[in-house]
């Protein structure tokens, strides 16, 4: 698993972790940034992982309205919260990450939804994110 792989799992976690618990995600970011500080052979993926906590912090209203848009049907607060995750951050790396082509984006969200949600949520994320990505 490539460095960035591992960072948007860490990502994702610390997104999922804050929505669930309804914590600041500010908060938890601190919290995890003293963890990994204590893990400096994480480093590499911790930096990465930051960065996306970081532009779904600063750009979090931008973000859920392109969800909003583009979710066809489905409110966000009634997706399941891993789904919301990772949208969150598949959608700040396609338009707020130009290092990121956006079929490797996609894909990467893709993935981690199979991995980690429902059964449908693979192709849920894939579509809301293939729109985005037409429309931006």
Do not use: C
Request: glycine fraction near 4%; charged fraction near 35%.
């Amino acid at each position: 698993m490539s460095a960035r792989s591992k960072a948007r799992k860490r990502a994702l976690d610390i997104l999922y972790q804050s929505d669930v618990r309804g914590d600041d995600l500010r908060a938890t970011l601190v919290v995890e940034a003293e963890r990994a500080a204590n893990e400096p052979a994480r480093e590499a993926s911790w930096l990465y992982a930051r960065e996306i906590v970081d532009g779904v912090i600063d750009n979090r209203d931008e973000i859920d309205e392109q969800i909003i848009t583009h979710a066809r049907d489905w409110k966000l607060e009634r997706m399941p919260a891993v789904d919301r995750a990772i949208l969150r951050m598949g959608v700040w790396e396609l338009l707020y990450n130009g290092e990121v082509p956006a079929a490797v984006a996609i894909d990467e969200a893709v993935e981690l939804a199979k991995e980690y949600s429902t059964d449908d949520s693979g192709a849920f994320v894939h579509g809301v994110l293939a729109r985005i990505t037409r429309a931006n």
